[in-house]
């Protein structure tokens, strides 16, 4: 039995659009978040194989394979669901007192956000992250699927800056891209994974 399965769409693959077209959509979704999944699910196996057998030499291969793949699986996880065709606008409740509270307020943080997503060099994500030592919200550039950020954070807002996320769309424009994203951001999901993450660590034993 797979241990990871590809999540349904939670709308139709057209309807981010004009954002995002309905082609991608069906390409980023169906063929490359599946080859993540199907990837995870293999090194698991692989890994399991190697134990088995005791012929552990190929262990650190499989370790970064599990370890992208299952990151490509985990982001794509969390993106679909931050994106609304009913979303845009701006954050309400705790969420936007938390972002006036760390970014000094949403304009303030929508530009480090863009800054931080079209300054990825090479592939990655934009993520927004609760830090659970420093009990805060922070920006943070994810390289690739699994590289460059803080241990224990935990992700409420992802932007995928992969070239498949939006190259037929806008081309090498990352700028227009991160810009039409605003305008389908899903707050109600990323309030919801925000008050999660809170609760999750409130109980953590942490210093700063």
Do not use: C
């Amino acid at each position: 039995m797979a241990n990871y399965t590809l999540p349904d769409l939670p709308y139709d693959y057209a309807a981010l659009e004009p954002h995002i077209s309905g082609k991608i959509m069906q390409l980023h979704h169906d063929k490359h978040h599946q080859a993540y999944v199907t990837g995870a699910n293999t090194a698991l196996e692989q890994l399991a194989e190697a134990r088995e057998s005791g012929n552990l030499g190929n262990v650190n291969k499989l370790e970064k394979d599990l370890a992208f793949n299952l990151g490509g699986h985990v982001n794509h996880s969390i993106f679909w669901t931050n994106l609304s065709p009913d979303g845009g606008g701006q954050p309400e409740g705790e969420l936007a007192a938390a972002i006036d509270e760390f970014f000094g307020g949403f304009e303030k943080f929508q530009a480090h956000f863009t800054a931080a997503a079209t300054g990825i060099q090479g592939s990655g994500w934009a993520v927004l992250s609760w830090d659970p030592i420093g009990s805060q919200l922070i920006i943070q550039q994810l390289f690739d699927q699994q590289s460059n950020t803080a241990q224990g954070t935990i992700p409420v807002f992802q932007l995928d800056m992969w070239e498949h996320a939006f190259y037929l769309d806008y081309l090498n424009v990352k700028a227009d891209y991160v810009k039409a994203v605003w305008n389908i951001a899903n707050w109600q999901n990323v309030a919801e994974r925000f008050a999660a993450a809170r609760e999750k660590t409130a109980g953590l034993l942490v210093t700063s």
